[in-house]
């Protein structure tokens, strides 16, 4: 059974740090595009980053660009978002996405396979 996992969510202060990590099992998905999209309450899910399959072309949402930074680790079928300079907007649930396709692209709707979501609170 394909499966992705996020973890490292948690609280952090404005202005601190975090690293999420995804990771895959039940498929090989180290050819896949692969993504990680957001969602605050009363919101829609929303782009954060995407990478290809190779780790060589990485997009950012504008509100992330500088701060944020998508890698991945096809040998251990891995994925991590590491976030610097927290700010209370960037509050939501964290989701890892993964698009068989190859298009790290920026809907939702171009993700095959999701994870459950890792919470990242924000306080002021």
């Known amino acids: 059974q394909e499966q992705l996992v996020e973890s490292g969510g948690g609280l952090v202060q404005a202005g601190g740090s975090l690293r999420l990590s995804c990771a895959a099992s039940?498929?090989?998905?180290?050819?896949?595009?692969k993504g990680w999209f957001r969602q605050a309450p009363g919101k829609e899910r929303e782009f954060v980053a995407a990478?290809?399959?190779?780790?060589?072309?990485?997009y950012y949402a504008d509100s992330v660009k500088g701060r944020f930074t998508i890698s991945r680790d096809n040998a251990n079928n891995m994925m991590y978002l590491q976030m610097n300079s927290l700010k209370p907007e960037d509050a939501a649930v964290y989701y890892c996405?993964?698009?068989?396709?190859?298009?790290?692209?920026?809907?939702?709707?171009?993700?095959?396979?999701w994870g459950q979501g890792t919470q990242v609170t924000v306080s002021s």
């Open positions: 996405a993964a698009d068989r396709w190859g298009r790290a692209g920026s809907s939702p709707e171009t993700y095959d396979y």
């Open positions: 039940g498929r090989t998905f180290s050819r896949y595009a």
């Open positions: 990478i290809n399959w190779s780790g060589t072309s990485t």
